[in-house]
């Protein structure tokens, strides 16, 4: 095992800790905090496969602007920062098993194919051009429309948010 | 497959979805400018609007016989993406219709606007043929769909309606998205008419392919609200505004057949022996839908399971896989959507008079409203599959195919199914008919824009039940040009 598998694997352990701990905890604020590592944890994922400039999106766009956000909206709309009532019920077990089934047959299955021991790569320089990355997202012939897309995406969900919210302070109809 | 290069002609490519979007930014500037009168004319010129759409669509956006992928291969113009967004057009058309006058606190451009990016995003699901724009494409048809089923924010069913149905979207999402990042672990292509090809040199064990597929069928089955991903279904329709419901069980329905269709004939043909899991899927849907439906009071939560039974009797032509499978269950489709828009058009329009989805209340609607009542029936009749209406002619395709593909148990599945299920459309229908109530004097109110939207629906499912065969050859081509 290299060092960088060692690595990786701590990483991993801890972001699904803090992600098992973002569902768990009783207290949203301490779950919005647990989220932020959760998310740092992809981040050094995305720094492992060299991709520098997705883990610095990571950071600045999910921890710098999401997270924050998600706190500050904590602030500003509960009253109550605890969260009582049960967490679970009777039937918790059956997805349990199903999901644990599901993971152990992946694992299983994938360990069979040959590409499950390569090792990575290392990445040519030309990797890390972003231009290229910028361009393909303008190039008609590449990801123009599902760039486009996307905002329409945001448009659609920014109305959304706001005909959700707005509602609340008028007036009853 | 080669990808062209970009000319600009490939705009005609995605000329609905670029009349949409002029159409949203419209509904949204008229929202501000007419004050006024606007709730209806809003609706009116979404209406307008969407049948202007799918009339370009119709004329200007009609593929050729070779189909081609454009765009870098991010949408393939064929006959299927014609079909389905003549469908989802359509579908939207009338449940725009229907939203008229229905409740006043689902009104106004922001309801609208949803309406029109979630079409949209159906448009792209049928057309895409790249792994992201697919995902991207499914997430714009579903976030609308989340907000419009807890419309009616003061509403707790609503609200538990939207939660709901957004929780487990994003469940099945995130098992759908693994499903697609295994594909182009394995493949380094996210160009679904691509992938077949790499399995091929790629050597990965089929055991692999069989889980990254059935990964991938959860997020569709959830889409099509296919048994064991249904639980969503009774409470979201029960909940969310009844002509969100309609939509959400018609055009959002036919979405997830669009998606399911191509994936299983482009990118797993090889895998036919595991698509059994499509007929366990098939049966378990026909079954548990009709068992539980037969017990319910709430006639939207009926047309819920209802609704479920009907996504399994389609599953049959897509697990018999062949070309005649495929065409019944896109003919079955667009049957359904016709005749399921009309029942939650007339649960729409009762419930506006009424006040209540209680079948109970239903009582007397002959006398209240006999044109309603007749309406009510044909659609009832037509889901649950008898002649002449679109249901019946739908359910012989299916189970034609069915018997074709030598699984013939399917088929006595289905006729078994088909025979039940009628109980309870029938029972729905003797409170209608025969049930009296102390107010039969008051009339139920039909408005122009709701006579109108239940005129189209009969007369389509008289028409699919009728002559049917142009509507076969539409089904037909689009079944072949995946």
Known sequence: ?????????????????????????????????????ALFGVAVSFALLETGFFAVVQVVVYIGAIAILIIFAVMLTRQVFLDVGPQLNRGWWIPAVLVAGLYAALVGVLSTWSGFQTQAAALPEAASDLSQFGLALVDVNAYAVPFEVASVLLLGALVGAIFVASDRKGVER | METPAFTPAMFLAVLPELGLLVLAGLVL??????????????????????????????????????????????????????????????GAAISVLFTMDSDRRIRGGAFYLLVIVSTLGMNLMAASADLIMLYLAIETTSIPLYVLSGALVRDQKSTEAGIKYMLFGAFTSALMLY?????YGFTGTTQMYALKDMFDTGAIPTAALVLVALLILIGFSFKISAVPFHFWAPDVYEGAPTPVAGYLSTASKA???????????????????????????????????????????????????????????MLIGVAAGTELGYTSSIFYLISYLVTNLAAFGIVVIVGRTVGSDEIASYAGLSRRSPGLALALMVALLSLGGVPPFAGFIGKLFVFAAAVQADMIWLALVGIVNAVFALYYYLVVLKVVWLNRSENEEEKIPVTR????????????????????????????QAATAF
């Open chain 2, 179 to 183: 499903g697609f990042s295994l594909l």
């Open chain 2, 255 to 313: 979405a997830g057949f669009a998606v399911l269709l191509r994936f299983l004939a482009v990118v797993f043909p090889d895998l036919y022996p595991s698509w059994l899991l499509v007929a366990i899927l098939a049966v378990s849907s026909m079954i548990a839908g009709n068992v539980l439906a037969m017990t319910q009071k709430n006639i939207k939560r009926l047309l819920a399971y209802s609704s479920i039974a009907q996504a399994g009797y």
């Open chain 2, 449 to 476: 824009p709701w006579a109108l939207a239940v005129v189209v629906c009969v007369a389509g499912m008289l028409l699919l039940g009728t002559l049917f065969a142009p509507w076969y050859q539409w089904a037909m």
């Open chain 2, 29 to 90: 500037f008229a929202d501000i400018l007419l004050r006024r009168r606007r709730e209806r004319d809003l609706g009116l010129l979404t209406f307008g609007g969407l049948l202007l759409v799918a009339g370009l669509t119709l004329v200007f956006s009609r593929p050729n016989l070779v189909p081609e992928l454009v765009f870098g291969g991010m949408l393939r113009m064929d006959w299927a993406t014609y079909v389905f967004r003549l469908v989802f057009l359509i």
């Open chain 1, 1 to 37: 095992m290299t060092i960088q598998q060692v690595f990786f694997l701590a990483v991993a352990a801890i972001t699904l800790f803090a992600a098992v701990m973002v569902v768990s905890t009783r207290r949203i604020m301490h779950a919005a905090l647990w989220l932020i590592l």
